[in-house]
């Protein structure tokens, strides 16, 4: 098993960045893959970014040049930075964990971009 705690969402105006962090209860060698996904209201939940254990990573199409995903092995925390926000970015934020055959979800963490 392993939990997941994300921290730094928050309110945001049109064009500002953010940066969240998901901090991870085992050491990142024995985790396949972390990933960032989101849902907005009304909406199905949707992978944002991903890092596999080897470093790959995947962005989706609407926020490839503006997010960037990174994690600190040392620190067993995975970030995502988010640059140029958008009103549409407003969603609740999860971070993932994969392991084997298993995902472990955070509690999610809210990202609204208002002016």
């Known amino acids: 098993q392993v939990q997941l705690v994300e921290s730094g969402g928050g309110l945001v105006q049109p064009g500002g960045s953010l940066r969240l962090s998901c901090a991870a209860s085992?050491?990142?060698?024995?985790?396949?893959?972390m990933g960032w996904y989101r849902q907005a209201p009304g909406k199905q939940r949707e992978l944002v970014a991903a890092v596999t254990s080897g470093g790959s990573t995947n962005y989706a199409d609407s926020v490839k040049g503006r997010f960037t995903i990174s994690r600190d092995n040392a620190k067993n925390t995975v970030y995502l930075q988010m640059n140029s926000l958008k009103p549409e970015d407003t969603a609740v934020y999860y971070c993932?964990?994969?392991?084997?055959?298993?995902?472990?979800w955070g509690q999610g963490t809210q990202v609204t971009v208002s002016s």
């Open positions: 993932n964990a994969k392991l084997d055959t298993f995902y472990y």
């Open positions: 085992r050491s990142f060698f024995s985790i396949d893959a």
